[in-house]
Antibody
Framework: EVQLVESGGGLVQPGGSLRLSCAASGFTFSDHYMDWVRQAPGKGLEWVGRIRNKANSYTTEYAASVKGRFTISRDDSQNSLYLQMSSLEIEDTAVYYC???????????WGQGTLVTVSS | DIQMTQSPSTLSASVGDRVTITCRASQSISSSLAWYQQKPGKAPKVVIYKASSLKSGVPSRFSGSGSGTEFTLTISSLQPDDFATYYCQQYKSYPFTFGPGTKVDIK
């Protein structure tokens, strides 16, 4: 059974940093691109970014709203995906989901989400 | 960036109704479009991908159509489990973008 489990959310002050993790199981993690998607309270879905697999040099893509502040990485030996967030802004307050970006269909599996609250 | 719009933003319907949601892209995305169902407090679930392909296990009352810039999601006979918010998403080019959502609620 495929599982994605996010952790690391919490309360952080504006300008602060936080690292989210996503533990994957039930599939060959190293084969797949992985994505982060977020959802501000009461709002719609926003794609945050993607990391490709080793065959594609672990290259990344980001939304303009987070580029230069957020970094996506992965550890295939640990079946883990990460989102390092810095210079956090109040507008970054959201539930953050990890999702499997490649498959049939793409984005077929999602974690339960982890809440990040940026507030003073 | 490719902008996605959806209409209507809210749809009130009854069990058994045929429901259609429209999604438009600001430029052609070929068939690189997915539809998601999301219920409160839960992660989204993909129901349609590649514009018209039904995800395995999703009831056949769901269908998708369209290509290029205009797409539709149809629920042929609305069931109680279908009351939710539906989002379209393009995955043709980065950044991937979602529509603002359509809430389907009980009439």
């Amino acid at each position: 059974e495929v599982q994605l489990v996010e952790s690391g959310g919490g309360l952080v002050q504006p300008g602060g940093s936080l690292r989210l993790s996503c533990a994957a199981s039930g599939f060959t993690f190293s084969d797949h691109y992985m994505d982060w998607v977020r959802q501000a309270p009461g709002k719609g879905l926003e794609w945050v970014g993607r990391i490709r697999n080793k065959a594609n040099s672990y290259t990344t893509e980001y939304a303009a709203s987070v580029k230069g502040r957020f970094t996506i990485s992965r550890d295939d030996s640990q079946n883990s995906l990460y989102l390092q967030m810095s210079s956090l802004e109040i507008e970054d307050t959201a539930v953050y989901y990890c999702t499997r970006g490649t498959g049939t269909p793409p984005f077929d599996y999602w974690g339960q989400g982890t809440l990040v609250t940026v507030s003073s | 960036d490719i902008q996605m719009t959806q209409s209507p933003s809210t749809l009130s319907a009854s069990v058994g109704d045929r429901v259609t949601i429209t999604c438009r892209a600001s430029q052609s995305i070929s068939s690189s479009l997915a539809w998601y169902q999301q219920k409160p407090g839960k992660a989204p679930k993909v129901v349609i991908y590649k514009a018209s392909s039904l995800k395995s296990g999703v009831p056949s009352r769901f269908s998708g159509s369209g290509s290029g810039t205009e797409f539709t999601l149809t629920i042929s006979s609305l069931q109680p489990d279908d009351f939710a918010t539906y989002y379209c998403q393009q995955y043709k080019s980065y950044p991937f973008t979602f529509g603002p959502g359509t809430k389907v609620d009980i009439k």
